[in-house]
């Protein structure tokens, strides 16, 4: 998982929509419908609205994977189950929020890798602001990753992955393999500002979680937090 610390602060609001991820989740579905300008309609050529930022400004996408099952964020599903795989709503271009009221603003495309299945699946927005995500089954069990990249309208791009059980009989016993759900918010931070990160182990026998922050601290157990001094991008 990867995240960044930006020097500038943005507006209130946009921080508040970045922390606040399950709150906005459902409003941020009526807005999906507009705040794109086309601006050559026959060939539906379109960018985000508002001008863009000075290069010196522009900060990388930020990106965080979500598989779907009924509703809810699943890490062990069975085979030929309907699923969606979705980024995140803080999966944004930091130099357009603000400016779309679009889902994830600011990025233009989304490929989703299947590891065992094989398979890649694309989304893309077309006119107007279409979720950027893809409706899909597993065919083979195992613990297939997915890995999501996304593509900002300045042609940056982020990557993010998530390991998924994927089971045709019992789900506590058909694979060995562990599988780990993480999250860590806000994906966009500040110098000194606390990130949150927790951890899910979908695994039937006993083990610990250990966490590496990139910033040079280390952690272990399900839940933890730290802070970045510097400014940057950091895997965890």
């Given amino acids: 998982?990867?995240?960044?610390?930006?020097?500038?602060?943005?507006?209130?609001?946009?921080?508040?929509?970045?922390?606040?991820?399950?709150?906005?989740?459902?409003?941020?579905?009526?807005?999906?419908?507009?705040?794109?300008?086309?601006?050559?309609?026959?060939?539906?050529?379109?960018r985000p609205a508002g001008p863009a930022l000075p290069e010196t400004t522009s900060y990388p996408p930020s990106a965080r994977l979500?598989?779907?099952?009924?509703?809810?964020?699943?890490?062990?599903?069975?085979?030929?189950?309907?699923?969606?795989?979705?980024?995140?709503?803080?999966?944004?271009?930091?130099?357009?929020?603000?400016?779309?009221?679009?889902?994830?603003?600011?990025?233009?495309?989304?490929?989703?890798?299947?590891?065992?299945?094989?398979?890649?699946?694309?989304?893309?927005?077309?006119?107007?602001?279409?979720?950027?995500?893809?409706?899909?089954?597993?065919?083979?069990?195992?613990?297939?990753?997915?890995?999501?990249?996304?593509?900002?309208?300045?042609?940056?791009?982020?990557?993010s992955s998530q390991v998924v059980r994927v089971v045709n009989t019992d789900p506590c016993c058909s694979v060995t393999e562990p599988a780990i759900a993480v999250t860590a918010a806000p994906l966009v931070a500040y110098p000194d500002e606390p990130v949150n990160a927790q951890a899910r182990c979908l695994n039937p026998e006993p083990g610990n979680i250990a966490w590496d922050f990139g910033n040079g601290k280390k952690a272990a157990g399900s839940t933890s937090s730290t802070t970045f001094s510097k400014t940057g991008q950091y895997v965890i």
């Fill in 1 to 46: 998982m990867q995240l960044q610390i930006l020097r500038s602060p943005f507006s209130a609001m946009a921080l508040t929509s970045m922390i606040s991820t399950v709150t906005l989740m459902a409003s941020l579905a009526g807005c999906r419908a507009a705040g794109y300008e086309i601006i050559d309609p026959d060939r539906k050529v379109e």
């Fill in 66 to 159: 979500e598989i779907v099952q009924a509703g809810k964020i699943i890490g062990v599903t069975r085979t030929g189950t309907g699923l969606t795989f979705r980024p995140s709503v803080d999966t944004v271009d930091p130099d357009y929020m603000g400016k779309s009221p679009c889902a994830n603003p600011g990025i233009n495309s989304g490929e989703y890798q299947i590891s065992i299945d094989g398979r890649v699946v694309s989304s893309q927005r077309d006119r107007g602001c279409e979720p950027l995500e893809v409706n899909y089954s597993f065919a083979n069990i195992g613990a297939q990753v997915v890995t999501l990249k996304v593509v900002s309208a300045d042609g940056e791009t982020a990557s």
